[in-house]
């Protein structure tokens, strides 16, 4: 069965520096990989996906994740954060005949300070 | 994209009682999904939704406790029944297209808190 592990529970970033949230993944075959955002009291906001092709994938509010075969990897990068980047971030693999069910990993909480 | 729409948004029970949570989705899609988030803790897959048929459950969940019903392409309700404080979760539908790269879109939660 798949798995995504994200190791750091709570990352604390400093506004403007750049940040870097880790995502492990073990899965039988070539996975569908997602990264998702949670803010406080909302649901979740698609950031950026990979379903194959180039490993370093783009995506929205200026994140990027590169996806790492060899070390069963897609950490999710920001050059330069926001203060409204502070929210909950979950990685994703997706698995079924479709990729349609996913599995989460347990979150990182991104604090901001000024 | 598609937009998803739950109500309640949140809501208070006592045990022993039942609430059905509603997703809208504002476009037709092919695949809907329920998912709880237990405080402090990531998403769990509960079921998935099937137009006119029964849904489909994972390990851990029954049809019992966790009733769906999925009357067209829109629409879909869950209702978490015989409530226990370990109920007590954010409840989220989502929704997707049947392609195998399609993205997965999520309404905003249910807040179920269970005295």
């Known amino acids: 069965a798949q798995s995504v592990t994200q190791p750091d529970i709570h990352i604390t970033v400093s506004e403007g520096a750049s940040l870097e949230l880790r995502c492990n993944y073990s899965y039988g075959a070539t996975p569908y990989l997602f990264w998702y955002v949670q803010s406080p009291g909302q649901g979740l906001q698609l950031l950026l996906k990979?379903?194959?092709?180039?490993?370093l994938v783009q995506g929205i509010k200026g994140f990027e994740a590169e996806f790492k075969r060899s070390q069963s990897s897609f950490n999710l990068r920001k050059p330069s954060v926001h203060w409204s980047d502070a929210a909950e971030y979950f990685c994703?693999?997706?698995?079924?005949?479709?990729?349609?069910?996913?599995?989460f990993g347990t979150g990182t909480r991104l604090t901001i300070i000024p | 994209s598609a937009v998803i729409s739950q109500k309640p948004s949140r809501d208070i029970c006592q045990r022993g009682t039942s609430l059905t949570i509603q997703c809208q989705v504002d476009?037709?899609?092919?695949?809907m999904f329920w998912y709880r988030q237990q405080p402090g803790q990531s998403l769990t897959l509960i079921a998935t939704a099937n137009q006119g048929s029964e849904a489909t459950y994972e390990s851990g969940f029954v049809i019992d406790k966790f009733p769906i019903s999925r009357p067209n392409l829109t629409f879909s309700t869950l209702t978490v029944s015989n409530m226990s404080p370990e109920d007590s979760s954010i409840y989220l539908c989502?929704?997707?297209?049947?392609?195998?790269?399609?993205?997965?879109?999520f309404g905003p939660g249910t807040r179920l808190l269970v005295l």
């Open positions: 990979y379903f194959s092709g180039d490993t």
């Open positions: 989502s929704g997707r297209g049947g392609g195998r790269s399609e993205t997965q879109y």
């Open positions: 994703a693999v997706g698995a079924g005949f479709g990729n349609e069910k996913l599995t």
């Open positions: 476009s037709q899609v092919t695949m």
